[in-house]
């Protein structure tokens, strides 16, 4: 993680990659339903939602799949259930408990929404949780841009001082020579 304030209102730190619009490796999403909008071109999954990609976990009580229905005609990418692929989608909406894991990283909120364009997770809730090993950092609001792996936290509006917290681990570069050197 990256040298943090504590007096900070938004901090930037790292996140992983989630790519569902063109990644490489396949997306496998299960749920306990799914209801079909294919002339509105979208797909909403409903109990225990998990999407798998890679390395990439996102779970979430209800996702909201809006994919391109008709788009490019040109791409030979195959179709899913009624013209869903992970080419074709344009946004997803998670809500009810959403917990998103990219290599060691995990981030938990209430709410949020994945953008395939611009490759933009944002993630909110009364408590937004980000932990990378030992490491926590809260707010309420988590932009994630997952392309590049930073994400920005916010604090909470009217929480103490708009203020993020963090805990870091106080491991140290050298494997903890200098712990012992006290």
Do not use: W
């Not at 306990?32 to 509105?40: A, G, N, S, T, V």
């Not at 109990?47 to 990439?56: H, I, R, Y």
């Not at 994630?144 to 792996?149: L, P």
Request: aromatic share 4%; hydrophobic share 35%.
């Amino acid at each position: 993680m990256s040298p943090l304030s504590a007096s900070a209102q938004t901090e930037q730190v790292p996140f992983g990659s989630l790519n569902l619009s063109n990644g490489k490796e396949p997306v496998k999403i299960d749920a306990d339903r799914l209801e079909m909008r294919d002339k509105e071109g979208v797909a909403i999954f409903i109990g225990n939602v998990s999407v798998v990609q890679g390395e990439t976990v996102l779970r979430a009580g209800k996702m909201t799949v809006h994919y391109n229905k008709g788009g490019d005609k040109s791409d030979a990418a195959p179709q899913g259930a009624a013209g869903l692929s992970a080419s074709g989608i344009d946004r997803l909406e998670v809500s009810e408990k959403v917990y998103l894991k990219s290599g060691p990283q995990v981030a938990t909120g209430d709410t949020g929404v994945y953008n395939a364009k611009n490759q933009l997770m944002v993630l909110q809730g009364k408590k937004v949780v980000l932990t990378d090993g030992d490491n926590v950092a809260t707010g309420c609001k988590m932009t994630a841009h997952m392309d590049t792996g930073k994400a920005f936290l916010e604090a909470c509006p009217g929480a103490k001082k708009g203020r993020v917290s963090i805990i870091m681990s106080p491991k140290s570069e050298d494997g903890g020579a200098a712990a012992n050197r006290r």
